[in-house]
């Protein structure tokens, strides 16, 4: 079974800049694809950032620049950098497999991020 932990969210303002961690534990491989996802209210869960089990990064338009997600595979961790952020960054942040290479794992809690002045 494998279980997710995202943290490292908050308030900030507008500009501001952010680092989102996931902490993944259980039967988790370095080969797994990883992204992080955000949820809006009232929207669907988005990917925006995933990163291959050798370093290859892709974006969502809406986040490219901005935005860097990174791995750790020796401590099973995943990372979102995000700067510039902007209101419409606000949603709560997830990270799972890729949606390539379904099932998903159980989802975690997530981590709220909440852009605003």
């Known amino acids: 079974q494998v279980q997710l932990v995202e943290s490292g969210g908050g308030l900030v303002q507008p500009g501001g800049s952010l680092r989102l961690s996931c902490a993944a534990s259980?039967?988790?491989?370095?080969?797994?694809?990883m992204g992080w996802y955000r949820q809006a209210p009232g929207k669907q869960r988005q990917l925006v950032a995933r990163?291959?089990?050798?370093?290859?990064?892709n974006y969502a338009d809406s986040v490219k620049g901005r935005f860097a997600i990174y791995r750790d595979n020796a401590k099973k961790m995943v990372y979102l950098q995000m700067n510039s952020l902007a209101p419409e960054d606000t949603a709560v942040y997830y990270c799972?497999?890729?949606?390539?290479?379904?099932?998903?794992?159980?989802w975690g809690q997530g981590t709220q991020v909440t852009v605003s002045s």
């Open positions: 799972n497999k890729d949606p390539t290479y379904p099932p998903f794992w159980p």
């Open positions: 990163i291959t089990s050798s370093g290859s990064t």
């Open positions: 259980g039967n988790i491989s370095s080969e797994n694809t």
